[in-house]
């Protein structure tokens, strides 16, 4: 569960973002939408802890992450918090299933392998899993960052436009594995996105316009 | 984790990777090399004198004189009368005289005539067999003993002069009678023998063969002498400068002129010399230890002024050739040291750029969780991984290169490194430096991914 109240930041004096309240439970989806420049990606980042809030506060389960120290805040990013971004970025010289490993180290001090692996098997990547991730098509490599976000059973699953850049079939593959994992792993999930194509899927929804 | 990570890294960009690998091995394989050569050949010259205070030998020049009769890697600067040495050798100063007689060589391995004190100055002792006492019998040094897989009873001939090549004494055999002890020292490459074995061996030769072969062969400086003798108006010229320096500074003049003075002298009696022969025997030099250490410092003038005679200090030599090629082993550590200043820029560089391309890798790294300090560290291990790598190559490599060094220089020099040694001192700083050049080429870029902005660096993806 995921709540947030009276929330703004600001870059400078000139542009201050306010968000209206949020709250999500638990294997609910919430789908932010809203126009460029409206602090779409910012509030994300927000959620996910990678920015401070000038003001309000957010709390993650029993956690307001907003009073972490940044190593904290570091740890518990890692463990609660599942990242899933438009672009897809990957340690590029590790393997797949290195990469969604190395998530669970940095997280935990433990490499989750059989884990990783089942994942991976989950997402249709069985026979990816020892390629590079740049020689896989942006679709495959969307699957993997899924597989990453969700190795360490995060409270909060964020994704920032995570079918934009994906055609019709991938971007509803995607669509339907956010909306089925995060029901599976019992995470909250939030996604950012312009993209009208997720609009039908996902009725709850908040506009920052 | 974080290490296996930064060892994928460097090699998942081979290229930048090789370049600063190579820089770095050459550099360490240089100096590592240089390390090792200067220590053990400073340490091989010092322990071969060991125990020799002043060499008595033919004028000429003194290093030259050190060179030939301490260290067997020069010509000898003439021969002396043994006779007049003898009066220097029975001197109430002197502790021990070991005189030296060279000639032939066997198989490019010197055969020396002298006595048994030789044997006793190195430390040696008589492994196998006896000494030598009867003349043409041998002590031959143990290296020698295994490189010719020689044994106690073999015979041989002797070849005239240095070179392997060369007129062989076929009237006399030398018997094996003993093997020496290794001792690390020249003596391992040496074939022992009395001193008479070498005249005998030398006067019934120079009868056999008549006096032209003789002159040639018994003072094989003389050959060369001959030259200077033809152009015979220069030479007495040069003579003249030499008295003039030998008013100021006599000790200046034997270092500078020396094989003049000495020539002149030669060849003026050079027919009394070919008769003198069969009474007055001539030895090469004479080791001398004091037992007043007063000798080392009043010899050298007594024995220039008043002999055809020169008495050089081992030590000192030592010391001026140390001096001289010292100059030269650091020109060489300078550039080294600058390959290892160009190769840790190179690391620098290559780590700067791929920081760059790895800005989203390391801004996803924190998002899964890794703190500012493993991003730190990531970068850090990359650079030391690389840096330790090299200096494990470069000490491998330096330590061929003097396996190949050492395996010419004993076929030439009977000198040989042993590339096994460890200078712990040296080769630690070696590391420590290697170490710091890594640290600093990574600073700026480790500190970069320390203070990444994630949020930015993955907004503007």
């Not at chain 2, 220097?88 to 007689?101: D, G, Q, R």
């Not at chain 2, 055999?173 to 020496?180: E, H, Q, S």
Request: net charge negative; aromatic share 8%.
């Amino acid at each position: 569960m995921i709540q947030t109240e009276s929330l703004s930041f600001s870059y400078n004096s000139n542009t201050v973002f306010s968000f209206p309240n949020i709250k999500n439970n638990v294997s609910e989806a919430l789908l932010i939408t809203g126009n460029s420049g409206k602090g779409k990606t910012t509030l994300l980042h927000l959620l996910g802890g990678l920015l401070r809030p000038k003001s309000g506060s957010i709390s993650i389960q029993d956690t307001t992450i907003s009073s972490l120290s940044e190593k904290e805040l570091d740890h518990f990013r890692g463990k609660n918090i599942g990242l899933v971004l438009q672009q897809s970025h990957f340690v590029a010289s590790l393997n797949v299933l290195e990469n969604v490993v190395l998530a669970s180290w940095l997280a935990t001090g433990k490499k989750a392998t059989d884990k990783a692996k089942s994942l991976l098997k989950q997402l249709d990547l069985e026979n990816q899993m020892y390629k590079l991730p740049s020689n896989l098509s942006v679709g495959q490599q969307q699957r993997v960052s899924i597989a990453r976000a969700l190795i360490n059973e995060p409270k909060l699953l964020l994704a920032d436009e995570p079918t934009s850049s994906l055609d019709d079939e991938n971007a509803f593959k995607v669509a339907d594995l956010l909306a089925k994992l995060s029901k599976e792993y019992k995470a909250s999930l939030i996604i950012v996105t312009h993209d009208q194509r997720l609009k039908n899927k996902f009725p709850n929804q908040l506009n920052l316009n | 984790m974080i290490a296996k990570l930064a060892w994928k890294n460097l090699w998942f960009k081979p290229l930048n990777t090789v370049l600063s690998l190579v820089l770095l091995t050459a550099s360490v394989a240089i100096i590592s090399l240089l390390i090792l050569l200067q220590e053990q050949f400073e340490k091989q010259f010092s322990s071969n004198i060991d125990g020799v205070d002043l060499v008595l030998g033919a004028q000429g020049s003194p290093l030259q004189l050190i060179l030939s009769s301490v260290y067997h890697v020069d010509d000898p600067t003439g021969n002396i009368d043994y006779k007049e040495a003898e009066v220097w050798m029975k001197h109430p100063f002197v502790e021990t005289a070991i005189p030296l007689a060279f000639g032939d060589n066997y198989r490019g391995f010197k055969i020396v005539g002298t006595t048994p004190d030789y044997i006793k100055k190195y430390a040696a002792t008589i492994s196998q067999g006896k000494v030598f006492e009867k003349n043409f019998e041998v002590v031959i040094g143990s290296e020698i003993a295994k490189k010719l897989n020689i044994k106690i009873g073999d015979k041989f001939f002797g070849t005239h002069g240095s070179a392997e090549e060369g007129h062989v004494h076929e009237e006399y055999a030398y018997v094996v009678v003993g093997i020496a002890s290794p001792t690390g020292k020249v003596i391992d490459n040496l074939v022992l023998c009395t001193i008479e074995s070498v005249w005998a061996m030398h006067a019934n030769h120079g009868h056999d063969h008549g006096e032209e072969v003789r002159s040639s062969d018994e003072n094989p400086p003389h050959g060369e002498e001959g030259h200077v003798h033809v152009d015979g108006d220069e030479h007495d010229h040069e003579e003249h400068v030499h008295d003039e320096n030998c008013n100021h500074d006599h000790d200046h003049e034997v270092t500078e002129n020396p094989p003049h003075g000495e020539e002149g002298h030669i060849h003026e009696d050079g027919d009394e010399h070919n008769h003198d022969h069969e009474e007055a025997k001539e030895i090469t030099a004479v080791l001398i230890k004091f037992k007043n250490k007063m000798g080392i410092i009043s010899w050298p003038r007594m024995i220039a002024q008043n002999t055809k005679m020169q008495a050089a200090m081992p030590a000192l030599e030592i010391n001026r050739l140390f001096s001289l090629f010292g100059i030269g082993l650091q020109a060489l550590q300078y550039l080294a040291y600058g390959i290892m200043l160009i190769s840790g820029i190179s690391i620098f560089i290559a780590l700067y750029n791929r920081l760059k391309e790895r800005k989203y890798e390391f801004a996803l790294l924190r998002v899964s969780g890794a703190s500012r300090i493993q991003m730190l560290g990531l970068v850090l291990i990359e650079s030391l991984l690389l840096c330790i790598v090299g200096f494990i190559f470069g000490t491998l490599f330096g330590r061929l290169a003097l396996v190949m060094i050492s395996s010419t220089t004993d076929e030439q020099f009977k000198m040989a490194f042993n590339p096994m040694t460890i200078i712990w001192e040296k080769e630690g700083i070696l590391f420590l430096v290697t170490i710091f050049v890594g640290i600093l080429a990574a600073v700026i870029p480790a500190v970069k991914a320390y203070r990444l902005n994630i949020s930015k660096t993955l907004a503007n993806a």
